[in-house]
C-alpha cells in the first residue's frame, strides 16, 4: 500500500505542487479546498497523471470549525496511518493594522492559524501513536519579518511559527517531525494580477522540492525550518 499525505489547500500553488511531487514518488493524497469545481479539476488532472496514485478530495472550508471537524472526521474513518501532514490552507488580505478593513483579523486568524491548529490536533495524535511521521507547517517570511501593507497576515503568521515551534517541542521523542516552511514570494494564485515579472517569484515547485528533500531525512534528523527566498530577495 501506498504512502499516505494530507495536504490542507491542494488545488492551486504550492499545495498542488506538493501533491504533484509526493504523487511522483507514489504518495496516496488527500487534499481539501473550499472550491469544488477546483477539486474536481485536481481529481481529473491527477488520474491521468498519476495512474498509481489515489487522490481523495474532500470540499472544506477551514475557516469555519464544523466543516474543519468533518475533514478531519473523513480522514481519521479512512483508517490509514498519515505518514506527511502538511498544513497549507492560508490567505491574504492586505491593509494595514490601522486602516484594513473590520474583520480581516478574525478571517486570517481563522483561516491561517486556527485551521492549522484544527487539524494538527485531529490528526498529528495518530502519527504520535505510530510514532513516526513528518508535519510540515506552511509558515512565510512575514512569520519572521514584518512588511509593509502586511497587516493582520503577520500576525497569523506569526503565530503560526510560533504554533510550529510548541509543536517540535512536544514532539521530540514521539518520533513525530515539525518543518516550519517560510517560503518568500512564490509565484501563486495571490500574487494574480500584480505588474510584476513572474521571474521575480519563486516556483511553487521549488518549495514542494525542499519540502520532499527534508522528508527524506533518516529519523536520527529534523530540519526545523525552511526559510526560502527568490535569489533577487524579497518583493
Keep these: 500500500m501506498n504512502k499516505l499525505i494530507v495536504v490542507t ?35 481529473d488532472e491527477f488520474s491521468a497523471k498519476y495512474p498509481d496514485s489515489s487522490l481523495k478530495t474532500i ?25 506527511v501532514l502538511v498544513n497549507n490552507t492560508g490567505t491574504y488580505i492586505p491593509g494595514t493594522i490601522l486602516e484594513e478593513q473590520e474583520g480581516a483579523l478574525e478571517s486570517m486568524i481563522e483561516t491561517n ?5 484544527r487539524v ?8 504520535k501513536e505510530m510514532k513516526q511521521g513528518h508535519v510540515f507547517m506552511i509558515c512565510s517570511t512575514a512569520s519572521i ?18 504554533m510550529t515551534k510548541v509543536l517540535r517541542k512536544e514532539l521530540y521523542s514521539s518520533g513525530v517531525k515539525v518543518t516550519a516552511v517560510l517560503p518568500g514570494a512564490t509565484f501563486t494564485a495571490s500574487w494574480e ?18 519540502i520532499f528533500n527534508a522528508y527524506t531525512m533518516s529519523s536520527r534528523t529534523v530540519v526545523e525550518e525552511i526559510l526560502i527566498r527568490p535569489q533577487l530577495g524579497d518583493l
Excluded at 59 to 83: A, C, G, H, W, Y
Excluded at 151 to 157: H, L, V
Aim: aromatic share 8%; charged share 25%; with cysteine.
Design 9 to 43: 489547500g491542494g488545488t492551486k500553488g504550492i499545495g498542488k505542487s506538493i501533491i504533484q511531487k509526493y504523487a511522483n514518488e507514489g504518495f496516496d493524497i488527500i487534499t481539501c479546498a473550499r472550491n469544488n469545481d477546483n477539486l474536481l479539476a485536481l481529481k
Design 59 to 83: 470540499q472544506t472550508d477551514l475557516s469555519k470549525k464544523d466543516q474543519t471537524m468533518n475533514f478531519i472526521d473523513q480522514v481519521l474513518q479512512l483508517n490509514r496511518p498519515i505518514e
Design 113 to 117: 492559524l486556527y485551521s492549522a491548529y
Design 120 to 127: 494538527s490536533r485531529g490528526l498529528i495524535p495518530g502519527m
Design 145 to 162: 519579518m514584518p512588511y509593509e501593507n502586511g497587516g493582520s497576515y503577520c500576525i497569523a503568521k506569526f503565530g503560526m511559527l510560533g
Design 193 to 210: 494580477g500584480v505588474d510584476i515579472p513572474e521571474d521575480r517569484f519563486m516556483k511553487p515547485e521549488d518549495v514542494a522540492s525542499a
